[in-house]
């Protein structure tokens, strides 16, 4: 099983971008997805979280500027970000906190999975 970002780019300030993250492998569940950043000389930290049901949770630093989505059928988590700020800048992480799947003849599960990041890179 893996996690595949893309969509990051350079985008001036009050622009969009549209980030997406599809898991691939013999998926039959996914748990809860988010989108995770991290800026330069900073920690990484969390951005929004959509559990399978489709309930979603923000930062305060991009409620209303940025919304979470997912499409269970695609094992897709997407994030369209508005509004972007410079304090935007960084590496998007998309993340699976649990994943049941089949392996072989059995069906199997891990938990924390990552994508590979993308750049978001907002300039003034």
């Known amino acids: 099983v893996q996690l595949q970002a893309s969509g990051g780019g350079l985008v001036q300030v009050g622009g969009s971008l549209r980030l997406s993250c599809a898991a691939s492998?013999?998926?039959?569940?996914?748990?809860?997805m988010g989108w995770y950043r991290q800026a330069p000389g900073k920690q990484r930290e969390l951005v929004a979280l959509?559990?399978?049901?489709?309930?979603?949770n923000y930062a305060d630093s991009v409620r209303g500027r940025f919304t979470i989505s997912r499409d269970n059928a695609k094992n897709t988590v997407y994030l369209q970000m508005n509004s972007l700020k410079v304090e935007d800048t960084g590496v998007y992480y998309c993340?699976?906190?649990?994943?049941?799947?089949?392996?072989?003849?059995?069906?199997?599960?891990?938990?924390?999975?990552w994508g590979q990041g993308t750049l978001v890179t907002v300039s003034s």
């Open positions: 993340n699976a906190d649990r994943i049941t799947y089949m392996r072989d003849t059995f069906l199997t599960g891990g938990s924390d999975y």
């Open positions: 492998g013999r998926i039959v569940w996914i748990n809860t």
């Open positions: 959509i559990t399978s049901e489709g309930s979603a």
